[in-house]
């Protein structure tokens, strides 16, 4: 029988109705395409919350993968956990992952690639009301015609745990690493601007040494950074904004930041 990790955060984090939900992320979309640069990203850091406080931060990440739609066909996704903790990285024990836009299938392969690191685990319930993973498949359907999913709830691990996770997914470029990340949370404006532009300065320079206070989604941060020097890529700054300049007041802010990490081949789409 098929399981379906159903959607839990519809209509609070994004739009319950496929209909509202397609028109918003679209337009997001839509509304940063003209500027967005000539990259060819291998993997992204994307941040999670609200689309009226994210949203526009992560559609200059997700709008780098539309013009590569007919070539991606396996989205890896990594988030923190929020609400369950976890030793390791945990696979969801589903079949598909569902929004108001649809199912997507879960990667049969690419779990069986991992399913013998020792790192690696089951945790229906650390899936089941996590929003980290969730808030992207929206975004993945929109700018994606044809691929399959592989979300991966991030807890207690290390950065070469995490990295090791990856290079066994790496594949070539049917295969684009999603890693799921707020920054800085609940200081004052300018206070929020200074950590997270010091942090976006750190993931610039490929150090692994993202905090948790510096970035919530920090040990799969730093687990790319460690394989991204590895590889030999090159990290992009997109956009760094706060809920401030987006939705909300600035007494309290959530930190948003949205990088590209390309390849020493594609560093520039030709």
């Known amino acids: ?54 949203g526009p931060i992560a559609a200059t990440a997700y709008a780098l993968l539309q013009p590569r739609a007919d070539t991606i066909r396996r989205v890896i996704l990594l988030g923190p956990t929020h609400r369950v903790a976890v030793r390791g990285l945990a696979l969801p024990g589903a079949d598909a992952f569902a929004s108001p836009l649809g199912k997507v299938d879960i990667d049969t392969e690419a779990v069986q690639q991992i399913a013998h690191l020792p790192q690696v685990t089951i945790s229906p319930q650390a899936h089941e009301l996590e929003h980290s993973l969730e808030v992207h498949l929206p975004f993945l359907q929109t700018v994606l015609t044809d691929f399959r999913l592989l979300p991966l709830a991030v807890g207690m691990a290390s950065a070469e745990e995490v990295a090791e996770v990856l290079e066994t997914l790496w594949g070539g470029p049917e295969t684009v690493i999603v890693v799921s990340s707020d920054l800085s949370h609940y200081l004052p404006y300018d206070a929020a601007i200074a950590t997270d532009s010091a942090t976006a300065k ?69």
């Open 202 to 270: 750190t993931i610039l320079r490929l150090e692994e040494t993202v905090t948790h206070q510096q970035a919530c989604g920090g040990t799969p941060v730093n687990g790319l950074i460690v394989a991204a020097r590895h590889h030999g890529m090159t990290p992009h700054l997109l956009d760094l904004r706060n809920s401030g300049d987006t939705a909300g007041d600035r007494n309290r802010v959530v930190g948003y930041g949205a990088f590209a990490f390309t390849e020493a081949h594609h560093d520039r789409a030709r």
């Open 1 to 54: 029988m098929s399981i379906t990790r159903p959607a839990a955060v519809a209509g609070m984090f994004y739009p319950g109705t496929a209909e509202t939900l397609a028109h918003d992320v679209q337009a997001m979309l839509s509304d940063v395409a003209s500027r967005a640069p000539q990259l060819v990203p291998k993997a992204l850091i994307v941040p999670h919350a609200g689309y009226i406080y994210s």
